[in-house]
């Protein structure tokens, strides 16, 4: 099993373009997330997503958007990026709270630096 | 909404020696305290977790404890390794809020000198 992959690795983006973060996961988890990772603020949650065709906003949505077409992808997109967009972002992925198993299994992260 | 600080930001230990790192949270709704330990590179990974009706949780040589009363849990690590040497993260969650809605703390970079 590969358990959560992050695409791309590393992204320079200019003020103004757009992109997606793709997350995959092979663990046949309900619930996805979003997280961006700065300096000194540990993980913040973006968005999340707790099945197939459902997603909500987490702590620091905006500017952001998700989609989950299919269970095991999560998407992450950037319309018009902005300098305060710089960050880490992680995917995580975990089984639905009924089945009592906190357990977040992140991936390896996403660079992004936005000029 | 909840908010967890976590000291100190860096803990600089020699090998052998214990470290202690500590968090505090504001809502008393929660009750799921984990610990996630993230190496350079790398997303972070959970090390040891902590619910409300217990008060302490070891794992080797790691433990956990909790003071509900005084909203604060720490992390403890005796016979520190240069392999130790990461960022961990404490956070907390209140059971049944949807989604596992964990509120991190800022992180803690903990060095081990051999």
């Known amino acids: 099993n590969a358990g959560v992959t992050q695409t791309p690795k590393f992204r320079v983006l200019k003020t103004g373009q757009s992109m997606t973060l793709l997350c995959a996961q092979d663990m046949n988890h309900e619930y996805m997330y979003w997280y961006r990772q700065d300096p000194g603020m540990g993980l913040r949650l973006i968005h999340y997503?707790?099945?197939?065709?459902?997603?909500a906003k987490g702590e620091v949505p905006d500017g952001y958007n998700v989609s989950r077409l299919k269970k095991q992808n999560f998407l992450l997109g950037l319309e018009s990026a902005a300098p305060s967009q710089t960050s880490v972002y992680f995917c995580?992925?975990?089984?639905?709270?009924?089945?009592?198993?906190?357990?977040?299994?992140f991936g390896s992260g996403t660079q992004l630096s936005v000029l | 909404g909840e908010n967890v600080e976590q000291h100190p930001s860096t803990l600089s230990v020699q090998e052998g020696d214990s470290a202690v790192i500590k968090c505090t949270y504001s809502d008393s709704a929660s009750n799921y305290f984990p610990w996630y330990k993230q190496e350079l590179g790398k997303g972070p990974q959970l090390i040891i977790d902590i619910r409300s009706n217990v008060g302490e949780k070891k794992d080797q040589r790691i433990a956990v404890t909790l003071n509900k009363t005084a909203k604060h849990f720490s992390l403890h690590i005796t016979e520190t390794q240069p392999e130790d040497s990461a960022v961990y993260f404490c956070?907390?969650?209140?059971?049944?809020?949807?989604?596992?809605?964990?509120?991190f703390g800022g992180g803690t970079r903990l060095m081990v000198k051999p």
């Open positions: 997503s707790v099945g197939e065709g459902t997603t």
């Open positions: 995580a992925s975990s089984y639905s709270r009924d089945r009592r198993n906190e357990k977040l299994f």
């Open positions: 956070a907390a969650s209140p059971w049944g809020n949807a989604g596992n809605m964990l509120t």
